[in-house]
């Protein structure tokens, strides 16, 4: 029996990326706060970017978004994971949803502090 071969160089690569597309698309399509998130990301983004502020900050506004959708997705594929497992409610699984709520919640005020601190600055000058 011979072990299968493993992708390697740019093949990789290309499948990673189709990999993280598809993720992408999942998250769409079956997470709402995914969605809101992105809807947020539309109109901050573009603030961003015609905000006049230090290259640093505009790191920090737009680092900020994007760990929001980085902490939602890993979330949802927590919540994947725990609904997979079976839809009877169990102690740990109900403890690993709330962990993830909670890390998105943290990501979100992260969030609102680096932008209310940045603009705020930028308004009282």
């Not at 990301?41 to 980085?70: D, H, K, W």
Request: some cysteine; proline content about 2%.
């Amino acid at each position: 029996m011979s072990v299968p071969k493993k992708n390697t160089g740019l093949r990789r690569i290309v499948l990673a990326g189709g990999y993280s597309l598809k993720g992408l698309a999942a998250a769409w399509r079956h997470e709402a706060a995914f969605r809101q998130e992105v809807v947020l990301c539309v109109i901050l983004v573009p603030v961003a970017l015609l905000v006049e502020v230090s290259m640093v900050e505009r790191l920090l506004l737009l680092g900020s978004l994007i760990q929001v959708l980085v902490v939602e997705l890993l979330n949802s594929a927590v919540e994947a994971i725990i609904d997979r497992i079976g839809p009877e409610w169990h102690e740990l699984s109900g403890r690993a949803k709330d962990l993830g709520s909670a890390a998105v919640f943290l990501s979100l005020i992260f969030m609102a502090i680096t932008w209310a601190a940045i603009l705020g600055a930028r308004m009282c000058y």
